[in-house]
């Protein structure tokens, strides 16, 4: 009987291995990726760009899902939702963490329901004015703002968004009155810029390149603390008000609950592809810098601005149009 009970132990545990050496290499199939916003824009083709590398990585396609509405609740809820196989993931703004300041309830819990994999991107944020504006510096909107408290206006992409945050944070530390102007998007209110309905407009790095290069508005400051990498001309907003940096970042998620070695493989090879010569370029022509970080800091950096950003958003009474 002894005999016995050994060789059957030793039988499962042959076809134990067996089972577990047949189970695919992840991924097996096509993985799917969520944009909150719609094609055509920053995030949209930061996905694109990634996935078409990661895809030639793994020998499976990606395929970007657009699925934009509710400052990116929509898909966010979509992917709490899904199976936490690595299958499905997300391409966050950096007004993820800021929703819970926006909206009277979510469909989620912005910490619990997902699994932070990498921060993949930055960009500033560019205060612009129109090229024959009386505007030169940032000085000069400062000291105006200052002598007539509530006459200047800026436009925003829409309440909460990066672009709005950046104007308020301005406001704040600058100690400055000044009138914030929502636009359904960044481009309507660059439009109205270019049209003269506004006098000055913040905007992110991608949707602000080609009216830079074509002359159309002239940059006055950037949001991040040091200057950017595009625009080296351009000075930070911090070097004239002291403690100001901020800016827009986007990074990838998944459902909560992932297994540790596929998000580690899905952290891996996404920071491989933004090491790219290929994703460095395109991003380079944005205006927008890889980054690639583990896990573990992408975590951080969500807390982080949760906390950064939840006071400015409750005393400017900010909530989601």
């Known amino acids: 009987m002894a005999n016995w009970f050994r060789t059957f132990v030793a039988l499962a545990a042959v076809l134990a291995a067996g089972g577990a050496s047949a189970q695919p290499a992840f991924p097996s199939r096509p993985v799917h990726i969520f944009v909150p916003y719609a094609a055509g824009g920053g995030v949209d083709v930061l996905a694109r760009t990634l996935g078409d590398v990661v895809s030639r990585q793994w020998g499976q396609s990606v395929v970007v899902e657009n699925r934009p509405g509710a400052g990116g609740v929509i898909a966010s809820q979509a992917l709490a939702a899904s199976p936490p196989d690595g299958y499905t993931l997300i391409v966050v703004a950096s007004g993820h963490p800021t929703n819970p300041f926006l909206y009277a309830k979510l469909p989620y819990d912005t910490f619990k329901d997902f699994t932070p ?157 933004l090491n790219t010569e290929t994703v460095k370029e395109r991003l380079a022509r944005l205006g927008s810098t890889p980054i690639g970080s583990t896990p573990e800091q992408f975590d951080a950096r969500i807390h982080a601005d949760y906390d950064k950003w939840g006071p400015i958003i409750k005393a400017a009474g900010i909530k989601a149009e």
Do not use: C
């Not at 810029?193 to 074509?214: D, K, R, T, Y």
């Not at 930070?236 to 990838?252: F, K, R």
């Not at 998620?253 to 920071?271: E, Q, R, T, W, Y």
């Open 117 to 273: 994999i990498s921060l993949l991107a930055s960009s500033p944020n560019i205060l612009l004015v129109r090229t024959d504006s009386p505007f030169r510096t940032l000085g000069d909107v400062i000291a105006q703002a200052k002598a007539k408290p509530g006459a200047l206006s800026f436009g925003h992409a829409g309440n909460g968004t990066s672009t709005h945050l950046a104007g308020e944070l301005f406001r704040s530390l600058a100690r400055i009155d000044i009138s914030p102007i929502p636009y359904k998007g960044g481009i309507p209110a660059l439009n109205d810029l270019l049209a003269g309905q506004i006098p000055m407009s913040f905007n992110n790095g991608p949707e602000s390149v080609g009216q830079l290069q074509a002359g159309s508005v002239r940059a006055l400051a950037v949001t991040t603390a040091s200057r950017a990498p595009l625009l080296p001309e351009v000075p930070s907003i911090g070097e004239i008000v002291p403690g100001y940096d901020t800016e827009v970042w986007w990074g990838l998620l998944g459902p909560a609950n992932m297994p540790k070695d596929i998000v580690a493989k899905l952290s891996h090879d996404f920071v491989a592809a």
